[in-house]
């Protein structure tokens, strides 16, 4: 019987995604509401200098995490996008010439950071910014970086608000990662597969965690279980009890942690509580898979289980390590190569570097057309005219209307006693 009924509501689950999905592609104006509070997008303000348009030098800047609480997320990124420039040079470049790229931080979770960073990559001409990883920091400069004329194309942005025609008027953003509708629903899914039935949710305050919460309770709660409590914390505050107090005495059966680098504050609260990974079966997602070995005595995370978002890389982890041989984490980095492909061919099918002549392509240039899987085997496509379909190290793209991909894969991972995570099985969707 107890079988029979973990089938069931893993049906209703994933019936109950797959309409959340469908919905998510054509009405945005239910779930983004909310995220006005936290995104903030116009008071980033506007670039010190305009960059030159079409200067005929295809410039890649990177506004990803070197500090702040998704730091871990930095190197992988930076080696995605090091790569791709690297793959794509050896090409022969993007119309004629090597391409540049200018590096700044975007101090993930570190106030006023991003905004001077973003000038940097303005003032220094670049053609596409890839960045930020933090749906947060995206949204508080996504006004800076567009109003710029300038691509951003984000291979970590997972949040929904992000898929609002309002947030992006100019349709210059773009993103690899898939919207958290997709990673909402196969945590959820996860969750009632397990046989849970009273789910605690914590989760950080900002337009990430928000928004990947209310996901989960929804598929949660369409699948018969109860949410024991949702607390949503500030990412700032120096400690977490009263919110640990709260899933402490709501006595659930699993805990889902929607959080980043806070996570090592975290768990040792929630295990000085009785509710540690230990005693409660516990959750991470994306903004909190890493690895942590060297944070935790061995064994404290055993049979923790994580969602994260991305195909199985096969063999591009070693490229990645070729890259930057001191990887400890993959996360991201195929998404941030193949952001950079993606851009460059659109670049060469529009014959201009000039963002607002090639970003159309972009979409273009992921979808229909001649299948290709390498930036040589497309750029000669795009060279001679044809009408091509990338598909990338990260999985097929399809980028739909609003600039994020209507297919994905969600991997769910299990950490060991190493407290390192290793993959169980991927899930295809269609968002």
């Known amino acids: 019987m107890t079988r029979t009924t973990r089938v069931w509501r893993t049906a209703v689950v994933l019936a109950t ?19 006005k509070s936290s995104s903030s997008p116009s008071a980033a303000g ?6 030159t348009k079409g200067d005929g030098v295809f410039t890649v800047g990177t506004l990803l995490p070197q500090t702040g609480d998704l730091a871990f997320l930095g190197p992988p990124e930076f080696a995605g996008v090091q790569t791709a420039i690297d793959d794509i040079n050896a090409a022969g470049g993007v119309l004629g010439k090597p391409v540049k790229q200018v590096k ?5 979770g570190t106030p006023d950071i991003a905004g001077a960073q973003t000038d940097k990559l303005l003032d220094a001409n670049a053609d596409v ?10 949204l508080s400069v996504i006004d800076k970086i567009t109003g710029a004329g300038v691509v951003q194309f984000s291979p970590a942005n997972t949040s929904p608000a992000l898929d609002d025609a309002k947030t992006d008027p100019k349709n210059l953003y773009f993103r690899t990662a898939p919207s958290d509708v997709l990673q909402g629903a196969v945590m959820a899914n996860t969750l009632i597969g397990d046989g849970k039935n009273n789910v605690a949710i914590l989760a950080r305050q900002d337009s990430y965690g928000e928004l990947l919460a209310g996901q989960i309770e929804k598929g949660v709660k369409a699948g018969g279980a109860n949410i024991a409590v949702k607390k949503l914390y500030s990412a700032d ?16 059966d699993a805990i889902v942690l929607v959080s980043f680098d806070e996570t090592k504050k975290l768990i040792p609260q929630l295990i000085a509580k009785g ?10 997602v994306d903004g909190n898979t890493a690895d942590y070995s060297k944070d ?6 055993k049979g923790v289980k994580a969602t994260l978002p991305g195909a199985d890389p096969g063999d591009f982890k070693a490229r990645l390590l070729k890259t930057d041989p001191s990887l400890k984490d993959f996360t991201y980095g195929p998404e941030s190569y193949d952001a950079t492909v993606l851009t460059a061919l659109a670049a060469i099918a529009a014959k201009s570097d000039d963002p607002t002549t090639f970003a159309p392509k972009i979409i273009e240039s992921s979808e229909g057309g001649t299948k290709c899987t390498t930036f040589q085997e497309c750029s000669k496509l795009a060279e001679s005219g ?6 990338g190290i990260s999985g097929p793209i399809e980028m739909g209307k609003t600039g994020s991909p209507t297919k994905a894969t969600i991997g769910i991972y299990l950490y060991d006693a190493t407290n390192k995570y290793k993959n169980q099985k991927y899930v295809a969707g269609v968002i």
């Open 104 to 108: 700044a931080d975007s101090g993930d």
């Open 17 to 35: 995604a797959s309409l959340a999905l469908t919905a998510c592609g054509n009405d945005n104006s239910s779930d983004n509401a909310g995220s």
């Open 296 to 301: 935790f005595p061995k064994g404290t995370l």
């Open 129 to 138: 910014i890839v960045g930020a990883a933090s749906s947060s920091v995206s």
């Open 237 to 252: 505050a120096t400690n977490f009890t009263a919110e640990v107090n709260s899933v402490a005495a709501a006595k659930p």
């Open 386 to 391: 044809t009408d091509f379909d990338y598909d």
């Open 275 to 284: 509710v540690g990974p230990q005693d409660v079966d516990t959750y991470f």
């Open 46 to 51: 506007s670039s010190s200098s305009a960059p």
